[in-house]
């Protein structure tokens, strides 16, 4: 249809036509609009709870992180923060001090010496134990030798242990962590116990473990179970093992996101734990190095038994301790090297000639 518009006069509007709306569109209308503020309601409260999580877990670590840190002011072998930072394999030594039980923190001698290498590229951790009773010129005191390498965090702290460990087989070790072996209770406790799968049938301290049968461990349990020695066929080498057990299965558990919004946990882990690892070290660990322990493997030094002047020492020949090296610097990604000596200094003087 033409419409005709005369000079001055506007155009008609076009009436539109609305669309009907029926009770039934209304109700769909109201229908969506509810779903949609319980949806977004929803994402909302799920992300309030994750930042709630988060940040309790992010307090509870910075305080527990602040009260372990322990700098023993060791010159590092290599760049740690450089390490940390790009993701590269870095090493651990982890000591047990033996008379936490006791009711005395972080004194004495260390009745477990491992070191720990974690490799995210490889996916991979390795834990090589050290034995204690190891023959050695402790660092800054050789005029004591023949030393145990247990001794060495009695005479001069963590920063003896680390000196004379990467010594006495080459390896550097980039940080420390020392853990109350008398503790070791009250963490399992704080983790809720661990599943262990006992190595050899024996009874200690009133409770009895069967070989291959999987027990979940309290805390007294867990104790008893690495405390044994003398009915170990393997002496302090099977202990070894029992300890390198029940602290992995700590270190998994501790992990789980119920025990990290524990408070009960960070409190015991400040307790029972001293470490140069600073929080933004940990925080690094945490996002970077997670993958390093999806593959386990587990060794240890073997020695033999020596006497000398009455006291039993462990010698370890030089072929197994070149083993060992080659096996820690392998993990590390560094070249190989000859095994240490902790009776030579680096210009290759004896340090005997040095101090006496």
């Not at 249809?1 to 009907?20: A, D, F, Q, S, Y």
């Not at 060791?74 to 033996?98: A, C, F, Q, W, Y």
């Not at 390198?244 to 789980?256: C, D, I, K, P």
């Not at 095994?339 to 030579?344: A, E, F």
């Amino acid at each position: 249809m033409v419409v005709v518009v005369k000079n001055g006069e506007r155009p008609p509007k076009r009436r539109l036509e609305k669309t009907k709306t029926t009770p039934s569109t209304r109700s769909k209308k109201r229908r969506y609009k509810i779903i949609f503020f319980w949806i977004l309601l929803g994402l909302v409260s799920c992300l309030g709870c994750s930042i709630f999580y988060l940040s309790r877990i992010y307090r509870n670590a910075r305080q527990a992180t602040t009260m372990i840190y322990s700098p023993n002011n060791v010159n590092k072998k290599r760049d740690t923060t450089s390490l940390l930072k790009n993701g590269e394999p870095i090493s651990i030594l982890l000591m047990g001090t033996d008379t936490g039980a006791l009711g005395r923190n972080f004194k004495g001698r260390t009745d477990t010496l491992i070191l720990l290498t974690l490799n995210p590229d490889k996916e991979k951790m390795t834990l090589v134990s050290l034995p204690r009773d190891a023959k050695v010129a402790v660092s800054n005191y050789a005029s004591r030798y023949p030393s145990k390498l247990n001794s060495a965090y009695d005479y001069g702290g963590s920063a003896a242990a680390v000196k004379t460990v990467q010594k006495y087989l080459n390896v550097p070790v980039d940080f420390y962590a020392t853990i109350n072996m008398g503790g070791l209770e009250n963490m399992v406790n704080a983790v809720n116990g661990v599943d262990i799968k006992p190595t050899l049938t024996f009874s200690y301290g009133g409770y009895s473990f069967t070989k291959d049968k999987v027990v979940h461990m309290s805390g007294p349990q867990a104790l008893a179970y690495v405390r044994m020695r003398h009915s170990d066929p393997l002496g302090d080498y099977g202990r070894q093992l029992r300890q390198r057990q029940v602290l992995t299965q700590v270190a998994a558990n501790g992990s789980n996101l119920k025990n990290l919004l524990s408070t009960k946990f960070f409190k015991e882990v400040s307790k029972q734990l001293k470490t140069d690892l600073s929080f933004n070290d940990i925080m690094l660990l945490a996002l970077k190095y997670r993958k390093a322990t999806h593959h386990m493997n587990s060794d240890h030094a073997q020695g033999a038994p020596q006497m000398i002047n009455g006291v039993s020492f462990e010698t370890v020949p030089e072929d197994e301790k070149q083993r060992v090296t080659d096996l820690l610097r392998s993990s590390l990604n560094i070249p190989q090297a000859e095994t240490g000596n902790t009776l030579l200094n680096s210009d290759g003087s004896s340090t005997l000639d040095t101090q006496n």
